[in-house]
């Protein structure tokens, strides 16, 4: 059984820093991807950022990049986003989820079939 949990969300001012852990168990394949998405009250699931397991292929959706990096420890089966520079419009509920397979890049939420149950993020302004 696949099971994905989050951790590491909370409350924080605007210029600050949050890191989201994601530990992921129960897969046994070579390579998956991992990936970090949110969603907004009102809003749609957007992909964040996602990594793949092997290689550490990284990708960034437009609104975070340069602020926030994606990492994996896979001796501990967890992924990490550090998020710097928090913006009130980067408050949302965020999700990490797993794709069984390798990366596919833009970080499409349709891939991915295995989703913990999400960490608020809120930033204030």
């Known amino acids: 059984e696949v099971q994905v949990v989050e951790s590491g969300g909370g409350l924080v001012q605007t210029g600050g820093s949050l890191r989201l852990s994601c530990v992921a168990s129960?897969?046994?394949?070579?390579?998956?991807?991992i990936g970090w998405f949110r969603q907004a009250p009102g809003k749609e699931r957007e992909g964040v950022s996602c990594?793949?397991?092997?290689?550490?292929?990284?990708y960034y959706g437009a609104s975070v990049e340069g602020r926030f990096t994606i990492s994996s420890d896979n001796a501990e089966n967890t992924v990490y986003l550090q998020m710097n520079s928090l913006k009130p419009e980067d408050t949302a509920v965020y999700y990490c989820?797993?794709?069984?397979?390798?990366?596919?890049?833009?970080?499409?939420?349709?891939?991915?079939?295995?989703w913990g149950q999400g960490t608020q993020v809120t930033v204030s302004s």
């Open positions: 990594i793949s397991r092997r290689d550490n292929i990284t």
């Open positions: 129960g897969l046994f394949v070579d390579d998956y991807s």
């Open positions: 989820a797993v794709d069984g397979d390798p990366l596919q890049r833009p970080c499409n939420r349709l891939r991915y079939e295995y």
